[in-house]
């Protein structure tokens, strides 16, 4: 069946440094979604990618969507304290209605 | 105020026991999924639902029931059959099941079985 693998599972940064998670799809993807989950709380949203190659990015948060719509990216620079959480990729393969969630990657940042 | 609520938020059974989790929203969404959560792991998820009265399993629905009678209502049932159901609960909806909908969450429902 379809896996989201996200590497590294964990990650620990001083704070002001940068931060990357990577999310590889077994099967490809319609599309791409990433969700926050803060110690103790639920995911939220954070944003969503279709088109293959597509770069969004959200202040200090940037995400990418490969060109064979199979892995995806999340890149934050100069963590602050409030980025502490566990990040999740999540996708739906082609012709299917699952929403699969990646294993996720937690962030510690330290001040 | 528009939302999903799962309640309780702790559940404490006896092992052998079915208990079922509620889950309800007042977005008029039209798919609502389960998912499993163990500690530092990710989201797996147990069933998910397009419409009323309808649902399909997802990765690890062995040992869990669900039903949908009406659109706002997802309940799932931890059966005895479930050999490790101590875990973090989560429910979730979204406007469509397919397309570029996101999935909005529950707090959660803690479930210890002793």
């Known amino acids: 069946g379809q896996q989201v693998m996200q590497i590294p599972q964990y990650q620990h940064v001083q704070e002001g440094e940068d931060f990357t998670t990577y999310c590889n799809s077994s099967?490809?993807?319609?599309?791409i979604q990433w969700y926050k989950q803060r110690p103790g709380g639920h995911p939220v949203f954070l944003i969503q990618?279709?088109?293959?190659?597509e770069v969004k990015k959200q202040k200090r948060l940037t995400f990418q969507f490969g060109e064979a719509k199979k892995n995806s990216s999340l890149h934050i620079t100069a963590t602050q304290t409030t980025d502490v959480g566990t990040y999740f990729c999540?996708?739906?393969?082609?012709?299917?209605?699952?929403?699969?969630f990646g294993t996720g990657t937690r962030l510690q940042v330290f001040p | 105020d528009g939302g999903i609520t799962q309640s309780p938020k702790y559940l404490f059974r006896k092992e052998g026991q079915n208990v079922t989790l509620s889950c309800e929203q007042n977005?008029?969404?039209?798919?609502m999924y389960w998912y499993r959560q163990d500690p530092g792991q990710g989201l797996r998820l147990i069933y998910y639902?397009?419409?009323?009265?309808?649902?399909q399993k997802g990765d690890i629905a062995e040992g869990y029931s669900v039903s949908r009678e009406k659109k706002e209502s997802f309940p799932l049932t931890v059966t005895s059959a479930q050999k490790n159901p101590t875990a973090f609960y989560l429910c979730?909806?979204?406007?469509?099941?397919?397309?570029?909908?996101?999935?909005?969450f529950g707090q959660g429902t803690r479930l210890t079985v002793v």
């Open positions: 979730a909806s979204s406007l469509f099941s397919t397309g570029i909908t996101e999935a909005f």
């Open positions: 099967t490809t993807l319609s599309n």
């Open positions: 990618l279709v088109k293959s190659g």
């Open positions: 999540a996708g739906r393969a082609i012709n299917t209605d699952k929403l699969i």
């Open positions: 977005l008029n969404h039209d798919a």
């Open positions: 639902s397009q419409i009323v009265n309808d649902f």
